[in-house]
């Protein structure tokens, strides 16, 4: 993919996924704008817009071929950006547009999975997911948000092998970013050893992701690796740019366990002063550390 529609839909769809694992890990706020709103949009159609063929009409030619394309693109790149911004009813609004000008789009379909999939109907968002990889089985994003789907929907096993064929992709770029989900997933699915062996290679791959030293460290502090899990948030609360109210909290509960009554206070006291109204400062202030 190399247009400019193309990189805005990958960028997004990108970002979109890592919020994801990073909110379902607790490493940071959830996503503003997910409002679980329904609607009849975004259904595939196989109706084309301006290029279709009935009865004895002579096939489109090449530059009517390429300005339904583009146009189809253009709605792509609405509907990501709506999508974005949580607009989940206008972005399947778009994409029924889009796909009416090219029903055989992968991004699309791709980007239709995702809402779907945020509007928490899952049989639909798999269908569209399978549909996408039908037309580009090679997608290596649209293959990684199937695998992160598949994990929410707790299909532990499913994911585990979609991630893997994710990182088997010839020339794929971002392996870290696949790691980082999968060993997450590996997490939600209790799979600790596993779930630390990914982190801690998602990490020699991209040491300065707050969100996988986050992930990194709360796996070692239920593995009961203590002085590795506070090396790695200590890595995340060194960069004041990076510090987090769970951040804070996940350094205050290994102090806690290390028994450093002392380090526990300095970081409630952080968190006091920089997150008065977060979760993790009530539940300091409930003595709620093992919850």
């Not at 929410?152 to 790691?179: I, K, S, W």
Request: hydrophobic share 40%.
């Amino acid at each position: 993919m190399s247009g400019p529609v193309d990189r805005g839909m990958r960028a997004t769809a990108l970002a979109l996924s890592l919020v994801a694992v990073a909110w379902l890990a607790g490493c940071v706020s959830q996503p503003a704008g997910g409002a679980n709103t329904t609607g009849g949009a975004g259904t595939s159609t196989t109706s084309s817009e301006g290029g279709a063929t009935t009865g004895n009409t002579t096939p489109p030619t090449a530059a009517e071929a390429g300005a339904t394309d583009r146009r189809a693109r253009v709605r792509l790149e609405l509907a990501a950006l709506h999508f974005g911004r949580g607009q989940y009813n206008t972005a399947l609004d778009e994409l029924k547009l889009a796909l009416a000008a090219n029903p055989d789009m992968p991004e699309a379909h791709g980007l239709r999975a995702l809402i779907y999939a945020s509007l928490g109907e899952p049989a639909v968002a798999e269908e569209a997911f399978k549909r996408a990889l039908e037309l580009n089985p090679r997608d290596a994003d649209t293959m990684h948000n199937y695998a992160w789907f598949l994990c929410q929907q707790r299909r532990y096993d499913d994911a585990e092998a979609t991630f893997l064929r994710t990182t088997a992709l010839p020339n794929y770029g971002e392996v870290q970013r696949t790691l980082l989900a999968r060993g997450v997933c590996q997490a939600r699915a209790g799979r600790w050893v596993e779930a630390e062996r990914t982190l801690s290679r998602s990490y020699e791959l991209d040491p300065s992701n707050p969100v996988t030293a986050y992930n990194l460290s709360d796996v070692l502090l239920r593995r009961g690796e203590l002085e590795r899990a506070r090396f790695y948030v200590r890595r995340i609360n060194q960069v004041p740019e990076a510090v987090t109210a769970q951040s804070l909290w996940l350094a205050a509960r290994i102090e806690r366990r290390m028994g450093n009554m002392e380090g526990l206070q300095d970081f409630g006291r952080q968190l006091r002063e920089r997150f008065p109204q977060s979760p993790e400062m009530l539940q300091f202030e409930r003595g709620r550390f093992e919850d």
